[in-house]
């Protein structure tokens, strides 16, 4: 087993770090102040296909492999963990299942807009009564001569508030719901589709999240994602790949937590000494360090599991669960180094704080990831 990144991983690194220290950072603060999607940053990002990742280059996509996706979703977080999410989710759960389950000719129809970002994607699973418990779903499909019409609404909608491209999961009425739920691709222009105000959240305060309400929406027959029944297979499927990249985020927060944390420890004096000579800061230091790499190493693991075919549920949702518990522990750890500063907007480590503890909730709550890996545990053979 090679733990050294090959030469392409290197560059991709290197490429979007300095991107996104120069076109991202001046500008993250304010965006995070005052919950604004930066659209002039978005235009940028087109080119460089941040929203093409792992498209093939028929569609316009960059076609990497997912070690260096993750690798990219992690420096992007580093800096902007919203729209770290933002081109995560378009690119895990808003792209992959159509590359998966859908037909030639609904790839052609979408992927190329979302591939240069002309169209954002967005998943659409959680209600009221469906988070966790995906069977929960009430939102309803009737099937009609000129295709479906769907009722009801998706709430904490990731990039909401700015998507044009939707994966909305509903049941046929009258049918069972954890066996009959269904995918469907709904345009924003569809009539009765209409988005709901945007969160105020603790934190990605720069992702625009909202609710999105389907009253009426007519939808063709065309626009169903694999067959009828099949959402919650898709959905799963679209998970497993959605969480490489949460838990390649939540890697990016807690590698920036721990940057700030190693300048701030050998600039602050206290008592006639830098903190960085503390024997306290230096445990902190150590612990943040070696939960980092560890880490990076489960990314890249399940990363690798998926490229090369293999079942990744498993090796996701581990990735999920203690690359999220990490950041949260580290951004902890971190705002302690900073003391009185750290509880202060004066410093960045305040804003990975609060973006640090979604990342244990979205695409599968820790509680959710521990579910899966016990499953997979206990239907190995003895």
């Given at each position: 087993?090679?733990?050294?990144?090959?030469?392409?991983?290197?560059?991709?690194?290197?490429?979007?770090?300095?991107?996104?220290?120069?076109?991202i950072?001046?500008?993250?603060?304010?965006?995070?102040?005052?919950s604004?999607?930066?659209?002039?940053?978005?235009?940028?990002?087109?080119?460089?296909?941040?929203?093409?990742?792992?498209?093939?280059?028929?569609?316009?996509?960059a076609?990497?492999?997912?070690?260096?996706?993750?690798?990219?979703?992690?420096?992007?977080?580093?800096?902007?963990?919203?729209?770290?999410?933002?081109?995560?989710v378009?690119?895990?759960?808003?792209?992959?299942?159509?590359?998966?389950?859908?037909?030639?000719?609904?790839q052609?129809?979408?992927?190329?807009?979302?591939?240069?970002?002309?169209?954002?994607?967005?998943?659409?699973?959680?209600?009221?009564?469906?988070g966790?418990?995906?069977?929960?779903?009430?939102?309803?499909?009737?099937?009609?001569?000129?295709g479906?019409?769907?009722?009801?609404?998706?709430?904490?909608v990731t990039?909401?508030?700015?998507?044009?491209t939707?994966l909305?999961?509903?049941?046929?009425?009258?049918?069972?719901k954890?066996?009959?739920?269904?995918?469907?691709?709904?345009?924003?222009?569809?009539?009765?589709?209409?988005?709901?105000?945007?969160?105020?959240?603790c934190?990605?305060?720069a992702?625009?999240?909202?609710?999105?309400?389907?009253?009426?929406?007519?939808?063709?027959?065309t626009?169903?994602?694999?067959?009828?029944?099949?959402?919650?297979?898709?959905?799963?499927?679209?998970l497993?790949?959605?969480?490489?990249?949460?838990?390649?985020?939540?890697?990016?927060?807690?590698?920036?937590?721990?940057?700030?944390?190693?300048?701030?420890?050998?600039?602050?004096?206290?008592?006639n000494?830098?903190?960085?000579?503390?024997?306290?800061?230096?445990?902190?230091?150590?612990?943040?360090?070696?939960?980092?790499?560890?880490?990076?190493?489960?990314?890249?693991?399940?990363?690798?599991?998926?490229?090369?075919?293999?079942?990744f549920s498993?090796?996701?949702?581990?990735?999920?669960?203690?690359?999220?518990?990490?950041?949260?522990?580290?951004?902890?750890?971190?705002?302690?180094?900073?003391?009185?500063?750290?509880?202060?907007?004066?410093?960045?480590?305040?804003?990975?704080?609060?973006?640090?503890?979604?990342?244990?909730?979205?695409?599968?709550?820790?509680?959710?990831?521990?579910?899966v890996?016990?499953?997979?545990?206990?239907?190995?053979?003895?």
């Open positions: 087993m090679d733990f050294n990144p090959c030469m392409k991983h290197q560059l991709i690194r290197k490429t979007v770090r300095e991107f996104v220290e120069s076109e950072k001046p500008h993250v603060a304010l965006m995070d102040k005052e604004r999607f930066p659209w002039e940053i978005i235009e940028k990002m087109k080119p460089l296909n941040f929203f093409g990742l792992q498209v093939p280059k028929i569609y316009g996509g076609d990497l492999d997912t070690i260096s996706y993750a690798i990219t979703i992690e420096e992007l977080s580093r800096v902007s963990a919203a729209l770290g999410l933002c081109v995560t378009h690119n895990s759960v808003g792209i992959f299942p159509i590359l998966k389950f859908g037909t030639k000719e609904q052609n129809r979408f992927i190329p807009a979302m591939a240069s970002g002309d169209s954002i994607g967005a998943f659409c699973l959680t209600e009221a009564n469906a966790s418990d995906a069977g929960g779903v009430e939102t309803n499909a009737v099937e009609t001569k000129d479906f019409i769907l009722n009801g609404t998706k709430i904490f990039n909401g508030g700015v998507c044009g939707i909305v999961f509903a049941v046929s009425e009258g049918r069972d954890k066996n009959y739920a269904s995918v469907f691709i709904v345009e924003k222009d569809c009539p009765g589709f209409s988005v709901g105000e945007i969160e105020d959240l934190g990605m305060r992702n625009p999240v909202s609710s999105l309400f389907f009253e009426d929406c007519k939808v063709p027959e626009n169903l994602l694999g067959k009828m029944g099949q959402g919650m297979k898709i959905g799963l499927i679209a497993d790949t959605g969480r490489i990249g949460i838990a390649a985020q939540a890697l990016g927060i807690a590698q920036a937590a721990f940057e700030s944390s190693v300048s701030y420890a050998k600039e602050r004096q206290q008592f000494k830098p903190l960085s000579k503390f024997q306290t800061i230096q445990n902190y230091l150590a612990e943040m360090a070696t939960k980092i790499d560890a880490s990076r190493l489960l990314v890249y693991r399940a990363a690798a599991c998926k490229d090369s075919g293999k079942a498993e090796a996701s949702s581990m990735a999920k669960l203690y690359c999220s518990a990490t950041a949260k522990e580290v951004t902890d750890m971190a705002v302690q180094i900073h003391g009185g500063y750290g509880y202060s907007k004066e410093y960045d480590v305040e804003r990975y704080f609060r973006d640090a503890k979604v990342t244990q909730i979205y695409e599968g709550t820790s509680e959710v990831q521990k579910m890996i016990a499953r997979s545990i206990l239907s190995k053979p003895s």
